[in-house]
């Protein structure tokens, strides 16, 4: 796990988004997840341009997001656009 993402602030985030802290497979706090884990790495390279693992990584997680908010849109229109307005992404 990477030095940023705590156990108490996967659980945070599970906690607010996801229902519980246990339910790490719900849709919501695994978007939110990928969203908190996309802007810490977005942040790091802004220091560090040339960090191209940590590049890979990014794209790879906006690839991971970008299928999993497809599958919500397609499962549940109204927690879609709720989940949006609240993490603040696809504007």
Same mark, same amino acid.
């Given at each position: 796990?990477? /030095?940023?993402?705590?156990?108490? %602030? %996967?659980?945070? $985030?599970? =906690?607010?988004?996801?229902? +519980? =802290?246990?339910?790490?497979?719900? $849709?919501?706090?695994?978007?939110?997840?990928?969203?908190? *884990?996309?802007?810490?790495? +977005?942040?790091?390279?802004?220091?560090?341009?040339? &960090?191209?693992?940590?590049? *890979?990584?990014?794209? +790879?997680? /906006?690839? %991971?997001?970008? *299928? /999993?908010? %497809?599958?919500?849109? &397609?499962?549940?229109?109204?927690?879609?656009?709720?989940?949006?307005?609240?993490?603040?992404? *696809?504007?």
């Amino acid at each position: 796990m990477p /030095v940023y993402l705590t156990e108490e %602030k %996967k659980n945070e $985030i599970f =906690a607010e988004y996801g229902g +519980s =802290a246990s339910n790490t497979g719900s $849709i919501e706090g695994q978007i939110a997840l990928f969203t908190f *884990r996309i802007k810490a790495l +977005s942040e790091h390279l802004k220091t560090n341009k040339h &960090d191209n693992s940590c590049k *890979r990584t990014l794209l +790879s997680l /906006v690839g %991971k997001r970008k *299928r /999993v908010l %497809k599958y919500l849109h &397609d499962r549940d229109i109204q927690k879609y656009r709720d989940l949006i307005d609240k993490l603040g992404i *696809r504007k």
